[in-house]
């Protein structure tokens, strides 16, 4: 299986990157193929709402990181989001991410993907993360993508808060199982 994830956090030893590690470490011993994409160090644009990538034989106009994200995006069975919570959603370069999808979004749908959300919260109650995961859900339906699981570790603020938990361990169990 073809297994793309994408991550948000700018803090590569961070809490979602490490649930990103563990998801991965699963997912490649289970033998299946993962590009991983870290949005926070890539250059990517966000959407312009210009409508060009809607006219036909166009595509969007922008040249950046999506260019190499796009074909392994398109080929994925599996697309995993990895991020910390900010402000109850996601952080600005995996939303431009998200919004980039807008110019495959009819081929995005064809192929009815499955997705997997990853997140991290210093919070500690599950209401934090619940505007996150209802709009995870209402992305993958959009897309006619089916959800494959969600860990989401609340109360991690560091990392080494977060390996003294059972996430990171379900992280990789859902990597191997998915
Ligand atoms: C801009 C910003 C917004 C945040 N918003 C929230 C929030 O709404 N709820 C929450 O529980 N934690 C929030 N946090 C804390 C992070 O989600 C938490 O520290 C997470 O573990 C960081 O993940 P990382 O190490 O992968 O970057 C926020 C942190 C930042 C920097």
Redesign the pocket.
């Known amino acids: 299986m073809r297994i793309t994830v994408l ?5 590569r ?7 990103a590690e563990r998801f991965i470490a699963g997912a490649e011993d289970a033998g299946h193929e993962v590009f991983r994409f870290d949005a926070a160090f890539e250059e990517v644009h966000p959407c312009l709402s210009c409508g060009r990538c809607r006219i036909a034989g166009e595509r969007c106009v922008h040249r950046d990181a999506m260019d190499r994200l796009m074909p392994n995006l398109l080929a994925a069975d599996l697309v995993v989001f ?8 996601m ?1 600005a370069p995996l939303k431009a991410v998200v919004d980039r999808f807008y110019s495959v979004h009819y081929v995005l749908t064809k192929n009815r993907k499955r997705a997997v959300l990853l ?7 599950e209401e ?2 619940a505007p996150l995961r209802s709009h995870y859900q209402r992305i993958l339906s959009y897309l006619s993508w089916e959800d494959a699981g969600v860990v989401a ?7 080494g808060s ?1 390996e003294r938990t059972r996430y990171p361990e379900q992280a990789y169990q859902l990597g191997r199982c998915c």
């Open positions: 991550t948000g956090s700018p803090h030893k961070g809490t979602s990157a490490l649930l990895a991020t910390p919570l900010y402000y109850f959603g952080p997140v991290t919260a210093a919070d500690g109650h934090a993360v570790a609340l109360g991690c603020s560091s990392r977060l």
